[in-house]
């Protein structure tokens, strides 16, 4: 599976931005997406989760009510709508395809089994 993220930018605080993130290959497999980002300095944190066929998502607290993951199956393709964004959002964000995920273990980066490239987010004040 190959993963192609885009969208990240330069943004004010309070903008928007969406990024997506393109599979390829062997996305039949696929059971969630789910992005994560990385601040300089900091670990990767999990963001947000869509299965794959059920559209069920998950959210990590900071970003609930202003991010919206989305897919279009039809294009392999999820989606990351970022709303009222702010500088503690700033960082690199990477999707990542995860097999035979499970909800616990979602928000363990180990447990995906492939990554794009990642897409700089970044969010002035």
């Known amino acids: 599976v190959q993963l192609q993220a885009s969208g990240g930018g330069l943004v004010q605080a309070g903008g928007s931005l969406r990024l997506a993130c393109a599979a390829s290959?062997?996305?039949?497999?696929?059971?969630?997406m789910t992005w994560f980002r990385q601040a300089p300095g900091k670990e990767r944190e999990f963001v947000a989760a869509?299965?794959?066929?059920?559209?069920?998502?998950y959210y990590t607290d900071s970003v609930k009510g202003r991010f919206t993951a989305t897919r279009d199956n039809a294009k392999n393709t999820v989606y990351l709508q970022m709303n009222s964004l702010k500088p503690e959002d700033t960082a690199v964000y990477y999707c990542?395809?995860?097999?035979?995920?499970?909800?616990?273990?979602?928000?363990?980066?180990?447990?995906?089994?492939?990554w794009g490239q990642g897409t700089l987010v970044t969010v002035s004040s």
């Open positions: 869509i299965w794959w066929r059920t559209d069920n998502t």
């Open positions: 290959g062997g996305t039949s497999n696929i059971r969630a």
């Open positions: 990542a395809a995860g097999f035979s995920l499970i909800l616990s273990s979602v928000r363990e980066p180990t447990s995906y089994n492939y």
